[in-house]
């Protein structure tokens, strides 16, 4: 049935293995990150920097590359995908995550926000949605690029599925990162609850 489809478990299996590389992508800075920062300490027309000392080239590069080792591992696991696919499908949604945690850091700076300040919306959703376009504007809406098999159930997308997805993974990525800050705030590990 095609109506309901975006409600099958199977679709919503694939867009939570989809957006994996994007999470991996996301988080690893937090602790492989440092170093220099990628706006080399320059400031925008407004006095302020361009994107602070949170965006580092190796926050950048070691987040890249642990989003795509996922990807790598995620292929390895799930039969009749086309390898190179696979993997420029991870690096690419890996590398786009992070763009945008880049302009999210951007648009803060604008905002006058310091460096780990919350900015709602942005900071939870940026990197699944530049994520989800750096891989849309590579690949060709077509269903056979994105299409594999996942424990017997075949996963595949085409341009309106990905669009669905984004219906799904949005709010989970939201409710996600609500309730780890939640949590990371009641241990007194945040001074902010969001
Ligand atoms: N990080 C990094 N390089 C990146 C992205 C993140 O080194 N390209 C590290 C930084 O130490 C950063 C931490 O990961 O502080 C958390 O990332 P993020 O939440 O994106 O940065 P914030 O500290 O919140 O800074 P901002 O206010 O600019 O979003
Ligand atoms: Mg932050």
Redesign the pocket.
């Given at each position: 049935m095609q109506d309901l489809f975006f409600l099958q478990s199977s679709f919503i299996i694939g867009a939570i293995w989809f957006v994996i590389p994007a999470y991996l992508a996301?988080?690893?800075?937090?602790?492989?990150?440092?170093?220099r920062?990628?706006d080399g300490r320059r400031m925008w027309r407004d006095g302020r920097r361009l994107?602070?000392?949170?965006?580092?080239?190796?926050?950048?590069i070691?987040?890249v590359l642990a989003g795509t080792l996922v990807g790598l591992l995620q292929y390895f696991i799930v039969e009749n995908e086309n390898s190179y696919e696979a993997i420029i499908r991870a690096f690419l949604i890996s590398f786009g995550a992070?763009l945008g945690?880049?302009i999210?850091?951007f648009f803060?700076?604008r905002k006058n926000?310091?460096?780990?300040?919350?900015?709602l919306f942005v900071?939870q959703l940026g990197?699944i949605i530049v994520g989800t376009l750096a891989v849309l504007i590579f690949f060709p809406f077509t269903i056979e690029n994105v299409s594999f098999m996942l424990y017997n159930e075949t996963i595949s997308f085409d341009f309106i599925q990905i669009l669905l997805y984004l219906v799904i993974i949005l709010p989970v990525t939201f409710a996600v990162h609500v309730i780890a800050n939640l949590f990371w705030y009641l241990l007194g590990k945040q001074d902010v609850p969001l």
């Open positions: 996301n988080s690893a800075p937090t602790v492989l990150g440092g170093g920062p990628i994107l602070g000392d949170g965006k580092t080239w190796r926050g950048l070691l987040g992070l945690v880049i999210g850091s803060k700076r926000l310091e460096r780990g300040e919350s900015f900071d990197f």
